[in-house]
């Protein structure tokens, strides 16, 4: 049975006490071909979806938030607290409700996907909503630690990145070595990072014969690591990676720089061609942010960059499910007729 990414992975992560190891049964998520995109893009590769979305929660973040909120029991405290673009917020809550410790979130009015928002509120966690964006939230978050007993359980929290570097590994364990290319979203910069040092953890244990190329993304209205300065008011329709100032900007590079990687941008009509790619021709739904993954691949595509036969992974992030407002808004809107047989067969055109 799976147990977890704690106890799964437990010798290759910093060490916790069974007893306080609050699971969802995250991680082991399916590592799918995508076959049908390859050939419609006329590219020799081999390529595969890293679907995070089945996730408990819908996101990777759970990957991070079992060890963030365990080592925040195995610390005694009872509240756990964040900054988010949704997902977090979505994770922390759930893993909270499961630990019966309380959650505090604070996110961006307005600018959180609704499916996030309602796990926020269905597990129970104190919302806050800010006239402002992600990266005031997350100055504030910091201020509240330094006078209140809770666990800060942003990307920042270093276990968060220990849990999340775990889907290396799974990637790693379902090819027998690692792909010769890893895309990926960025938007806090947090998981570049963690897979970055899965990937050389593995290379070092001798699991795998080499690391990937790291490939990150970010969009183009929010692409601070790309323009080289912070961005004031981020814009993009993938809401995940709307941040101007990514905590985890220098590990980013580093990751890009040793992996002989890029972290550059994708447009917005990018990402959303590419999250109805997803869904029409692999029947796998993801959230707009978690496309910029696909859209950075497709990018390279008409770059050429590929010889041929390589192995690429492109990790999707989080659930369609999320952002239901998106997925409605580029797609075409269902004809509504009167309940008759005649008027049925003529929208369908049969
Ligand atoms: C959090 C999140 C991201 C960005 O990850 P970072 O670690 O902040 O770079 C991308 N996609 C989704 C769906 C997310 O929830």
């Known amino acids: 049975m799976w147990r977890g990414i704690l106890h799964h992975y437990k010798k290759l992560l910093p060490p916790i006490e069974d007893r306080y190891i609050v699971t969802l049964l995250e991680g082991n998520t399916p590592l799918i071909p995508a076959l049908r995109l390859v050939q419609y893009l006329k590219i020799d590769v081999k390529l595969y979806l890293k679907y995070e979305g089945l996730n408990p929660t819908g996101s990777f973040k759970d990957r991070g938030m079992t060890f963030a909120v365990s080592k925040a029991l195995e610390s005694g405290h009872r509240a756990i607290l964040c900054a988010s673009t949704g997902n977090t917020s979505a994770s922390a809550a759930a893993y909270a409700a499961k630990a019966g410790i309380e959650a505090f979130v604070v996110i961006p009015q307005g600018k959180i996907a609704r499916g996030k928002l309602c796990q926020a509120m269905i597990h129970g966690a104190k919302v806050v909503q800010i006239r402002g964006g992600f990266d005031e939230a997350l100055k504030i978050v910091r201020k509240i630690v330094e006078d209140h007993p809770m666990v800060l359980v942003n990307s920042i929290n270093p276990f968060r990145l220990e849990g999340q570097k775990t889907a290396a590994f799974e990637i790693c364990d379902a090819l027998g070595d690692a792909p010769d290319y890893h895309f990926i979203p960025v938007g806090n910069a947090g998981n570049i990072t963690a897979y970055w040092r899965g990937y050389q953890e593995y290379q070092k244990l001798k699991k795998v014969t080499r690391s990937p190329k790291m490939h990150g993304y970010e969009a183009e209205g929010a692409a601070p690591i790309v323009k080289g300065h912070p961005i004031i008011d981020p814009q ?75 192995t690429v992974v492109c990790t999707l992030t989080g659930h369609g499910l999320k952002d239901p407002d998106t997925a409605i808004q580029n797609s075409p809107e269902p004809v509504t007729v009167d309940a008759e047989l005649e008027a049925v067969l003529k929208v369908l055109k049969l």
């Open 236 to 310: 993009t329709v993938a809401s995940a990676i709307r941040i101007g100032n990514p905590a985890s900007w220098k590990a980013a590079e580093t990751a890009r720089d040793e992996s002989k990687g890029v972290i550059d941008s994708v447009t917005d009509s990018e990402i959303l061609e590419a999250y109805r790619w997803l869904a029409n021709l692999e029947g796998v739904f993801c959230e707009p942010a978690s496309a910029a993954s696909v859209a950075g691949f497709v990018k390279c595509c008409k770059k050429k960059i590929f010889r041929g036969e390589e």
